[in-house]
């Protein structure tokens, strides 16, 4: 089975520009997550989705965050505009309950690198 | 306090030896406990999941939970450079799919 698709890997961009993250869950995965990773701050949960409908969106830093799950097999991050506060690395990853736990375990896609010059 | 706190590291072993990792946590309402594995530029991968106190082996490695201390810990016994990465511990809040993660402790396994 394939796993948690990302795309694109990485992503060079310039301050003010619109940047689409985009990511494919594990089919039959019905939670899907958004983390930005750095140094600093380690792994931060942007936003969760159940059914495609967002959960928390909490963690999304600000407005010009957003994320959208039109189906159960595509979602985006997008990002607009861009700063150079927003160079991390994003990760995509879904799961889905098995009924054993009452949390499962999460599979992380390869990420997309995102340097904002 | 930070809800999920690690030590960042990094810890040195030698090959060979028992590699203690720790991590503590905020919120009592805790159930669900993990330990995800991170290798330089690649993504998080699960290597142990724990639920009720007490200790749960698997292979080389076991995680250990104390609730009532709020603590959890991973033990890797024999350790191999290729065990070399940073560990990330994830805690679930009760009632709820998401997961904190800690900033995670750098092993590095010397040979």
């Known amino acids: 089975d394939a796993g948690v698709i990302q795309s694109p890997r990485h992503e060079v961009t310039e301050m003010g520009q619109e940047v689409t993250l985009r990511c494919k869950p594990i089919s039959g995965h019905d939670y899907l997550f958004w983390y930005r990773q750095t140094m600093m701050r380690g792994l931060e949960l942007l936003i969760y989705f159940n059914n495609n409908v967002p959960i928390d969106d909490s963690g999304m830093p600000e407005d010009r965050f957003s994320a959208k799950m039109p189906n159960a097999s595509f979602s985006t991050l997008k990002i607009q505009p861009s700063e150079p506060r927003d160079s991390a690395v994003y990760f995509c990853?879904?799961?889905?309950?098995?009924?054993?736990?009452?949390?499962?375990?999460?599979?992380f896609g390869p990420g997309t690198r995102l340097t904002v010059l | 306090q930070k809800e999920v706190e690690q030590n960042s590291g990094p810890l040195s072993v030698p090959e060979g030896a028992i590699a203690s990792l720790n991590c503590t946590y905020s919120?009592?309402?805790?159930?669900?406990f993990f330990w995800y594995r991170q290798y330089s530029g690649k993504s998080p991968e699960l290597i142990m999941s724990?639920?009720?106190?007490g200790d749960k082996e698997d292979g080389r490695f076991t995680a250990q939970l104390n609730k009532a201390s709020q603590y959890v810990s991973l033990l890797i016994r024999d350790s191999q450079p290729s065990d070399s990465a940073t560990y990330l511990c994830a805690v679930n809040i009760a009632g709820y799919q998401k997961v904190t993660f800690g900033t995670g402790t750098k092993l590095q396994v010397i040979p």
């Open positions: 724990i639920y009720s106190n």
């Open positions: 990853a879904s799961s889905t309950r098995t009924g054993v736990a009452s949390t499962d375990t999460q599979y």
């Open positions: 919120d009592r309402g805790s159930q669900s």
